[in-house]
């Protein structure tokens, strides 16, 4: 399995806290992904990384923001944590760009009373 | 925006029965990839496809694109436990489908 840690791999908390999810990889990749993975709905894209610095929104951005200081590193926060964003979430990795194949972490299990 | 649509949603076989799921997205792809998750598991990488038309082959798995770059599917012969978990479809733009949930009898 490729090199990548998520942290922590389960977290209980409460409406209104922030909260920090960590991805780290050591397969020195350009673009870093954050999913969240809900019943009936797959897997879908909240943001992607193409570089230090750079980063974009996916498809369910609102309420999440990233970081990434360095090229190991994608930080997803949840500013003011909802119930609405109690889900499992998935760290992705992709050598070169959003179209090559991905490598995925083990995934956070994020449950918000 | 790109859809990308699977089914179906669930499919119960016995074990030994074939399996195909079915991947349709509304624009054209300029590749598409396929995902296993075991339950309880992370999503890992199985295929990834390119050519129109294309046909490629893992033991027991085949995995075909459409000519129009549009669908794709991927069949399963003789299906046995370890084939247990969602499959899933995952457009060029990072857009995966919903998934199909695979139930083996044994």
């Known amino acids: 399995d490729a090199g990548i840690t998520q942290s922590p791999r389960h977290k209980v908390t409460e409406t209104g806290t922030p909260v920090t999810l960590r991805c780290h990889q050591t397969e020195n990749h350009r673009y870093m992904y954050w999913y969240r993975q809900d019943p009936g709905h797959g897997l879908r894209l909240i943001h992607y990384s193409y570089g230090v610095k750079d980063t974009d929104k996916g498809e369910v951005s609102d309420g999440y923001s990233v970081s990434r200081s360095k090229t190991e590193d994608f930080l997803l926060t949840l500013e003011s944590a909802t119930s609405s964003q109690t889900s499992v979430y998935f760290c992705?990795?992709?050598?070169?760009?959003?179209?090559?194949?991905?490598?995925f972490g083990d995934g956070t299990r994020l449950s918000i009373l | 925006g790109q859809q990308v649509m699977q089914i179906p949603q669930y499919q119960h076989v016995q074990e030994g029965e074939d399996f195909t799921t079915y991947c349709n997205s509304s624009?054209?792809?300029?590749?598409i990839q396929w995902y296993k998750q075991r339950p309880g598991g992370h999503p890992v990488f199985l295929i990834q496809l390119v050519k129109s038309g294309e046909v490629k082959k893992q033991k027991r798995l085949t995995f075909q694109f459409g000519e129009a770059k549009k669908n794709s599917s991927l069949h399963i012969t003789a299906t046995q436990t370890t084939d247990v978990g969602t499959y899933f479809c995952?457009?060029?733009?990072?857009?995966f489908g919903p998934g199909t949930s695979l139930s083996v009898i044994p």
């Open positions: 995952a457009s060029d733009k990072v857009i």
């Open positions: 624009t054209t792809l300029s590749n």
């Open positions: 992705a990795i992709s050598e070169s760009d959003r179209a090559q194949p991905q490598h």
